[in-house]
């Protein structure tokens, strides 16, 4: 936990993360030449999943009983399905609407959550405050509400049912991301490797996948690098990727079949399911495939802007796309033989094996933005209270944002293996993956219906017609995707339940958990009634104690009182929490205020973060926290309006914003001192004995001085000096050790939640002493039993 700056946490991959870099450095009003190098960016983590889908999108269309009875009215019914859902859906929804509803410039599913909690009361998120809604960035593009906004406002605000079945959505949109993070890798790679057997026809199927298993190991292996120190190929790789299919497109419509330009007629659509019927309404399973990766283009918009995204797929990526499409249609007008292998078919011979490589390449580059999306999306979950702790390791220095996430990592190694050997082909995969990528399509429909109400200001009539227009096409296609549950359609299901299990039963626990601290506190009047020496004896030193209220005493103190004769000359509580924006101000990150009267030494501090930033633990906090402390006393003994005893009960509430320490009273000296540092040297043979070699090493130590200047209030003076003696007396931490119990009575799925979910999820993630980068020696645990 740290006070210093944090940057942007990307979402994507290291392109992305690059790019938001840029996008920071450079400002919101970006020059034309910035927007194009954003757009360059882009197109190595925003479209390298959009850009493999030509891989499997016929492959899979015509998997089923969509048989050829007149070749070339049904290819060219397919291609218009594609050629309109690929206008629709990325083009239209995406590109014209979804991209305009940025949270302070920030795109994804909690992006347009946050945006509505802002505006409504929607929040389920514990410790919660008035004094969130200081931060700078939280009323940005907040607009007074009137009118129908204001009802649907304060019609989900009384409405408890509504605003849990609203999260559930949230939560199952971000389940379904997470699948795609074993799907995507899977039929990517597979669907690349699978072209080798139109060159080596005879290769049986399990070497195929043993070549896709390597890929992905290594893939997933080298997670643990960062992305950083080769980015910088994502986006020629796709390039050259989209300049390959595209003039491949061209060659094909030019030399089998020119006309096929007559499939932009949505008559073509209606003939298709005229014919086939049910065989039709069945393959468009395969065709929504065409889409997939489209949602990364509102995901990833933190990391560029919206010029740069609108102009990479506008300009480039969607008329390689189209292009691409035609050509294979074209191609299998007059080779209906060839489905199985039909983009790699009608790759001309002379450029197979290096659209081969290429092709491979970008299965990978487009793997590994999705797998990258996943960490930060966890990482997201985690600080929202709604995923259990795990380590985030930082991979760059450079970029802030960068993260890897090892549990995550290997988990998504192992269903991906497990999905690639279990279903040995990309049909049974596409059909998983058309079901996940269509449910978090809709998912952003339902949120983006809210906002056009609530933050647009717009009438109901427009929220409808795009719910309607919108949503039916992406309901078309859930439908045509659960007819094939049996066939590959379970997987995202299963994936999709167990993830958002997860989820629901760790922000329930840990919900229930914060009601009992909230409902236990320790009251004001019992911390008065002890007096200054708080009933015990006060030792020298600083105790920090760690909990989740906001405000009071949390119980965890009360118990220790009870326990042990003995507390801290100063207590400081402090909460760290997450705020509903993405990102909070450096200079707004903390809070800092006074429990009881000023004798008593006790502080509180808030630390909020952004639902985007990092969680970055450093060395210099409690240093940090000295300070701001220092210049908090001094902001007080400014208030002289404020009567004495006014101030000591007033201060029990009361919060002053501070960020990086620049006009404390104290003076931080800053000095560099040699320690030996011992070594063990192995000895060569079993008679020798180890040797300590000592090596000097630079060890930084800070000190604090309370500087004599007249200015300085003799009162003021001692409570610093007090501060000061503290601080060199040492620093303790003090966590609550939380054992979770269910009530009795209780409904037996609450006793399951609670007493066996919960409990084993709390007992393997990462426990808060880690996660706070507490150091071990100074730590101080206090068990407690809460029944909720």
């Given at each position: 936990?740290d006070?210093?700056?944090?940057?942007?946490?990307?979402?994507?991959?290291?392109?992305?993360r690059?790019?938001g870099?840029?996008?920071?450095?450079c400002?919101?009003?970006?020059?034309y030449?910035?927007?194009?190098?954003?757009?360059?960016?882009?197109?190595?983590v925003?479209?390298?999943?959009?850009s493999?889908?030509?891989?499997?999108v016929?492959?899979?269309t015509?998997?089923?009983?969509?048989?050829?009875?007149?070749?070339?009215d049904?290819?060219?019914?397919?291609?218009s399905f594609i050629?309109?859902?690929?206008?629709l859906?990325?083009?239209?929804k995406?590109?014209?609407f979804?991209?305009?509803?940025d949270?302070?410039?920030?795109g994804?599913?909690?992006a347009?959550?946050?945006?509505?909690?802002?505006?409504?009361?929607?929040?389920?998120l514990?410790n919660q405050q008035?004094?969130d809604e200081?931060?700078?960035?939280?009323?940005a593009g907040?607009?007074?509400?009137?009118g129908?906004?204001y009802?649907?406002k304060?019609?989900l605000?009384k409405?408890?049912?509504?605003?849990?079945?609203?999260?559930?959505?949230?939560?199952?949109?971000?389940?379904?991301v997470i699948g795609d993070?074993v799907?995507?890798p899977a039929?990517s790679?597979?669907?690349?490797?699978?072209?080798i057997?139109?060159?080596?026809p005879?290769?049986?199927?399990r070497?195929?996948v043993i070549?896709a298993?390597?890929?992905l190991?290594?893939?997933f292996?080298?997670?643990?690098f960062?992305?950083r120190?080769?980015?910088?190929l994502?986006a020629?790789?796709?390039i050259a990727?989209?300049i390959?299919?595209?003039?491949?497109?061209?060659y094909?419509?030019?030399?089998?079949?020119p006309?096929?330009?007559r499939?932009?007629s949505p008559?073509?659509m209606y003939n298709?399911l005229?014919?086939?019927?049910?065989v039709?309404?069945e393959?468009?399973?395969?065709?929504?495939?065409?889409?997939t990766?489209?949602?990364a283009m509102?995901?990833?918009?933190?990391?560029?802007?919206q010029?740069s995204i609108?102009i990479a797929?506008?300009?480039?990526v969607y008329p390689c796309?189209?292009?691409?499409?035609?050509?294979e249609a074209?191609?299998?007008?007059?080779h209906p033989?060839?489905?199985?292998?039909?983009?790699y078919?009608s790759?001309?011979e002379?450029?197979f094996w290096?659209?081969?490589i290429v092709a491979?390449?970008a299965?990978?580059v487009?793997?590994?933005?999705v797998?990258?999306a996943t960490f930060?999306i966890?990482n997201q979950?985690?600080a929202l209270s709604c995923?259990?702790?795990v380590?985030v390791v930082?991979?760059?220095?450079?970029?802030?944002g960068q993260?890897?996430i090892?549990?995550v990592?290997?988990?998504?190694?192992?269903l991906?293996?497990?999905?690639t050997?279990?279903?040995k082909?990309t049909n049974?995969?596409?059909h998983?993956?058309g079901?996940?990528?269509t449910?978090?399509m809709?998912v952003?429909?339902c949120?983006?219906?809210?906002?056009i109400i609530?933050?647009?200001?717009?009438?109901i009539f427009a929220?409808?017609?795009f719910?309607?227009f919108?949503?039916?096409?992406e309901l078309?296609?859930i439908?045509?995707?659960?007819?094939?549950?049996l066939?590959g359609?379970?997987v995202?299901l299963?994936?999709?339940?167990i993830?958002?299990a997860?989820m629901?039963i760790w922000h329930y626990?840990?919900?229930k958990?914060?009601?009992?601290?909230?409902?236990?506190?320790v009251?004001m009047?019992t911390i008065?009634?002890l007096?200054?020496?708080l009933?015990?004896?006060?030792?020298?030193?600083?105790g920090?104690?760690y909990?989740?209220?906001?405000?009071?005493?949390?119980?965890?103190f009360?118990h220790?009182?009870?326990?042990?004769?003995?507390?801290?000359?100063?207590?400081v509580?402090i909460?760290?929490k997450?705020?509903?924006?993405?990102?909070?101000p450096?200079?707004?990150?903390?809070?800092i205020g006074?429990i009881?009267p000023?004798e008593?030494?006790?502080f509180r501090c808030?630390v909020?973060?952004?639902?985007?930033?990092i969680?970055h633990e450093?060395?210099?906090?409690?240093n940090?926290?000295?300070?701001?402390?220092?210049?908090f006393?001094k902001r007080?003994s400014?208030?002289?309006?404020?009567?004495?005893?006014?101030?000591n009960h007033?201060?029990?509430?009361?919060?002053?914003?501070?960020g990086?320490?620049?006009k404390s009273?104290?003076?931080?000296?800053?000095?560099?001192d040699?320690?030996?540092?011992?070594?063990?040297?192995?000895p060569?043979?079993?008679?020798?004995e180890?040797v300590v070699?000592?090596?000097?090493?630079r060890?930084?130590?800070?000190?604090?001085?309370v500087?004599v200047?007249?200015e300085i209030?003799?009162?003021?003076?001692?409570?610093?000096?007090?501060?000061?003696e503290?601080?060199?007396a040492g620093?303790?931490?003090?966590l609550?050790?939380?054992?979770?119990?269910?009530k009795?009575?209780?409904?037996?799925?609450k006793?399951?939640?609670?007493?066996?979910a919960y409990?084993?999820l709390?007992k393997?993630?990462?426990?808060?002493?880690?996660?706070l980068?507490?150091?071990?020696?100074?730590l101080?645990?206090?068990g407690m039993?809460?029944?909720?």
């Open positions: 936990m006070i210093e700056e944090a940057a942007a946490a990307a979402a994507g991959g290291g392109g992305g690059a790019g870099a840029v996008r920071q450095r400002g919101k009003k970006a020059s030449a910035t927007a194009l190098a954003l757009a360059y960016q882009s197109l190595g925003v479209y390298g999943d959009l493999t889908s030509p891989l499997y016929y492959k899979s015509f998997s089923g009983d969509l048989a050829l009875r007149e070749q070339e049904e290819v060219l019914g397919v291609l050629l309109w859902t690929f206008t859906i990325p083009l239209c995406y590109v014209f979804v991209l305009t509803a949270d302070n410039g920030e994804g599913t909690f347009l959550y946050s945006l509505l909690c802002r505006h409504a009361n929607l929040s389920l514990p008035a004094l200081q931060v700078s960035t939280y009323h907040v607009a007074r509400q009137s129908l906004s009802w649907v304060a019609f605000e409405r408890h049912k509504f605003r849990v079945g609203l999260l559930l959505v949230v939560l199952l949109g971000t389940s379904m993070g799907l995507t039929i790679v597979l669907s690349a490797v699978q072209g057997k139109v060159k080596v005879n290769l049986q199927e070497y195929v070549i298993c390597v890929i190991v290594a893939l292996a080298l997670q643990h960062g992305t120190n080769v980015a910088f994502f020629p790789i796709v990727w989209l390959c299919i595209s003039s491949i497109g061209v094909n419509i030019i030399h089998w079949n006309k096929v330009f499939a932009i008559v073509y298709l005229k014919k086939s019927k049910k039709g309404w393959s468009l399973g395969g065709i929504v495939l065409c889409i990766g489209a949602e509102f995901a990833d918009l933190g990391h560029f802007s010029s609108k797929f506008t300009g480039f796309l189209v292009l691409a499409y035609m050509g074209a191609y299998l007008c007059k033989h060839d489905l199985h292998r039909s983009f078919r790759v001309p002379a450029v290096p659209v081969f491979t390449l299965a990978v487009g793997s590994q933005a797998i990258s930060s966890v979950c985690s995923f259990p702790r380590k930082h991979t760059s220095n450079q970029i802030y993260i890897y090892p549990e990592n290997w988990i998504l190694m192992c991906c293996l497990t999905v050997i279990g279903f082909d049974m995969i596409g998983a993956y079901l996940a990528v449910t978090v809709f952003t429909t949120l983006m219906a809210l906002v609530m933050v647009w200001q717009r009438n929220a409808g017609a719910f309607i919108f949503g039916s096409i078309l296609y439908s045509a995707c659960l007819i094939k549950v066939e359609g379970w995202p299963a994936l999709s339940s993830v958002m997860i629901c626990g840990t919900s958990k914060y009601e009992f601290d909230l409902q236990n506190k009251s009047e008065l009634s007096g200054p020496g009933g015990i004896v006060r030792v020298p030193g600083i920090l104690i909990t989740e209220l906001v405000t009071g005493v949390p119980a965890i009360g220790f009182v009870a326990n042990l004769p003995a507390f801290h000359k100063v207590l509580f909460c760290i997450s705020v509903h924006v993405p990102y909070v450096i200079e707004e990150r903390c809070l006074r009881g000023k008593y030494r006790m808030i909020r973060y952004g639902y985007k930033d969680h450093n060395n210099d906090f409690e940090h926290l000295v300070m701001n402390i220092a210049e006393m007080e400014e208030e002289d309006n404020v009567s004495h005893n006014a101030r007033e201060f029990c509430d009361r919060m002053s914003v501070f990086t320490p620049s009273l104290m003076k931080m000296v800053v000095s560099e040699q320690e030996g540092d011992g070594h063990l040297s192995y060569r043979s079993p008679m020798e180890p070699s000592v090596v000097p090493k060890k930084k130590k800070v000190r604090f001085e500087p200047s007249p209030d003799s009162g003021i003076r001692k409570e610093l000096m007090e501060l000061v503290a601080k060199d620093v303790a931490y003090i609550g050790h939380s054992y979770v119990k269910a009795r009575p209780c409904f037996i799925l006793k399951f939640a609670i007493d066996f409990t084993f709390k393997n993630c990462r426990g808060p002493s880690i996660s980068g507490i150091p071990h020696i100074s101080i645990e206090v039993i809460y029944y909720v």
